[in-house]
């Protein structure tokens, strides 16, 4: 009989008053590892009370409280969030008392990969062409002239991935000044400055509020051979425009076509850890599995970005504890303090609740999703905490404030830099991304299998008792160095990504 057959089970803890399953079992059930029979129906990835657990008593997952005992619960008890009672939890943050420097694997022996390798040293994992807008009046125009360029056209131009239209909601009717404008600016000034962007064409209607000159102006850049400017009123209207826009497109193509790749270290490897449709299993397969090989990648000198900030509520302070410094830790509570001042009052999950689909997959509250997305930032000592879009030049773990909403948060993460972004799912999002591409690792085996069309990895098989975590990490920090020396991923294969592009619209509309 199979270590899964016989132990439905999994103990995560030696401190642990709950247990979680690893697949649905009936009411009935023995569990001879807890020496106790399930009371209830347990859907996959759901707990069970391993002892006796007392009304308003901690409970414990990872041995980190992720509730309070609604009422007096027996052995075997099915616990979610019928019966778990969300409520802040005491903290002490211990200011970078946990830290331990990182032990790097020295630099002759380091992993490598096959980058691009761009005139100021930055290194890319891909080659793209954008067509950005400064705001969404100009959104048509970009997209006729980047979808023009199809694959069929495109075949004089072996290096080039593609040329990606860079549309989004702002850019009008909005703050002439301030932080919404501020961030903007940032993130598309990052999405143009990337790494895997060989040139940029950047659209104007020809009056927004985000002005075409005062935008270049503030994100310094310059005009030149690899970037380029259109005024849709001052070419004469839309078809003219999309003419002209085809032609400033064309010019540059042969310039992003003198990219190749060369052998370079896997410290130029910058990652974007994002979770979405999360389920009972991510915290324990794929998350930790992520964190495994992200370890494996500061080692080797790499930056991994953990962000979602919202979904850290909890327990931030097994991060403040490993940062560098006290004020490193600092950073990050404030802008877990700005988040709950934000959504002071607000239906939202940093109140308590999680989405349906998280819910439906075994989390019962927003502290039990945040002890799972934290193990994604394995175990490294935290380096620094950044803002929105905010260029990330520190090596090693870091934090980027960012929504919990995937393509938002997503994009933060790749205009501050990230040139790969690893995204785990339980319940099969589809995410993708460029310039960046994702890499998506699946919780448990039934999904993978499901929705193998969409996933790279089968982190499943962790639960299935087949594989560790420790080599799963390994694994999937290998199949990472294969993407970004230009293995395409399931998301790439099935062309997702340029509809992902979303900037954090924070701030007024008017």
Not at 79 to 108: C, L, R, W
Not at 269 to 281: A, K
Not at 284 to 300: E, F, Q, W
Not at 418 to 432: D, L, P, Q, Y
């Amino acid at each position: 009989m199979s270590d899964r057959a016989f132990n439905p089970f999994i103990r995560l803890d030696p401190k642990d008053n709950v247990v979680v399953a690893r697949m649905g079992v009936p009411a009935g059930t023995p569990v001879p590892s807890e020496d106790l029979v399930t009371r209830q129906e347990v859907p996959s990835g759901h707990k069970i009370a391993a002892r006796f657990i007392r009304k308003g008593e901690p409970v414990l997952k990872y041995n980190t409280v992720i509730g309070f005992a609604g009422e007096d619960l027996e052995p075997g008890t099915h616990m979610h969030s019928h019966n778990i009672f969300f409520d802040e939890v005491e903290k002490d943050y211990a200011f970078g008392k946990a830290y331990k420097p990182t032990q790097y694997v020295p630099e002759k022996e380091r992993a490598t990969f096959q980058g691009i390798v761009r005139e100021n040293g930055a290194v890319a994992t891909r080659n793209f062409v954008g067509v950005f807008v400064v705001g969404n009046l100009g959104a048509s125009t970009a997209r006729k002239i980047a979808n023009y360029f199809t694959p069929d056209r495109l075949t004089d131009y072996p290096n080039v991935d593609g040329v990606v239209p860079y549309v989004h909601q702002m850019g009008h009717g909005m703050e002439r000044s301030g932080e919404a404008m501020d961030l903007l600016r940032r993130t598309m000034g990052g999405y143009i400055r990337h790494p895997n962007t060989a040139a940029a064409l950047v659209v104007a209607q020809g009056y927004e509020v985000n002005d075409l000159e005062e935008f270049l102006r503030d994100q310094k850049l310059e005009v030149g051979p690899k970037l380029k400017t259109l005024v849709v009123a001052d070419a004469g209207g839309f078809r003219k425009a999309v003419e002209q826009g085809k032609s400033l497109v064309a010019e540059m193509l042969p310039l992003a076509n003198q990219a190749t790749r060369q052998t370079v270290s896997a410290e130029h490897i910058t990652v974007g850890m994002q979770c979405g449709g999360s389920d009972g299993f991510s915290g324990l397969s794929a998350n930790p599995s992520l964190g495994a090989a992200m370890d494996i990648l500061v080692r080797h000198g790499g930056t991994a970005i953990l962000s979602e900030t919202t979904e850290l509520f909890g327990v931030e302070h097994t991060l403040t504890a490993r940062a560098v410094t006290p004020e490193v830790g600092r950073k990050l509570v404030d802008r877990i303090e700005w988040w709950l001042k934000y959504n002071e009052g607000r239906d939202c999950q940093i109140n308590g609740k999680v989405s349906p689909g998280n819910n439906a997959g075994g989390l019962a509250n927003v502290l039990e999703k945040s002890l799972g997305g934290a193990k994604k930032g394995g175990n490294s000592p935290l380096m620094e905490v950044y803002k929105y879009a905010e260029p990330v030049t520190v090596k090693g773990l870091v934090i980027m404030d960012t929504p919990g909403y995937d393509p938002v948060s997503a994009t933060g993460q790749i205009a501050g830099g990230a040139n790969m972004v690893c995204f785990t799912t339980g319940r099969g999002s589809c995410f993708g991304s460029v310039p960046a591409p994702t890499m998506k690792l699946a919780s448990n085996t039934p999904m993978y299998t499901r929705m193998q069309s969409d996933m790279d990895v089968n982190c499943g098989v962790v639960i299935d008792g087949e594989t560790t975590v420790a080599e799963m990490g390994q694994r999937i920090f290998e199949q990472l160095l294969r993407h970004a020396s230009g293995e395409k991923t399931k998301s790439e294969l099935s062309g997702m990504g340029e509809n992902e592009f979303a900037p954090w619209p924070i701030g007024v509309l008017s």
